[in-house]
């Protein structure tokens, strides 16, 4: 990404949770991070990758689909773009799968596992 993109991205990452967490009335957005933004290489449309509490994460989801246009309102009082980018929000899964990873990779307290137990339930 170059480095207008990223500057860009950034900015507007640091813009809309400030947003979500002070300006927005929503009780549930105030617990969701913006964990990423990838733009687009127009700046016509972003991408916000969100994280929130699973159990309500669908809700939350569509909650924040539904309030983009005051989203956007928002953000154009503070960004002076020339275009306002279109916001899809998406649920990050990559804490999810991490989570999942670390629950299949063996832990470093767990005693060693023998290598000959196959052996011996052979006999």
């Known amino acids: 990404m170059s480095y207008r993109l990223e500057k860009f991205a ?3 990452q640091q813009a809309l949770g400030e947003i979500l967490s002070r300006e927005s009335l929503n009780p549930e957005f105030r617990r969701t991070s913006i964990l990423r933004v990838l733009p687009a ?3 016509k ?9 699973s159990d309500r994460a669908a809700a939350v989801l569509e909650q ?11 953000l154009a009082r503070k960004m002076i773009l020339r275009y306002m980018p279109e ?13 999942r990873l670390d629950r299949l990779r063996p832990r470093e307290d ?4 023998d290598n000959n137990d196959h052996e011996a339930a052979d006999r």
């Open 87 to 99: 916001l899809d929000f998406t649920l990050d899964t990559s804490a999810l799968l991490e989570d």
């Open 110 to 113: 767990a005693p060693p596992r």
């Open 64 to 74: 924040l689909q539904r309030s983009r246009g005051f989203i956007k309102k928002q």
């Open 10 to 12: 950034s900015t507007l």
């Open 45 to 53: 449309r972003v991408t916000v990758c969100v994280s929130c509490p």
């Open 41 to 43: 290489a127009d700046l």
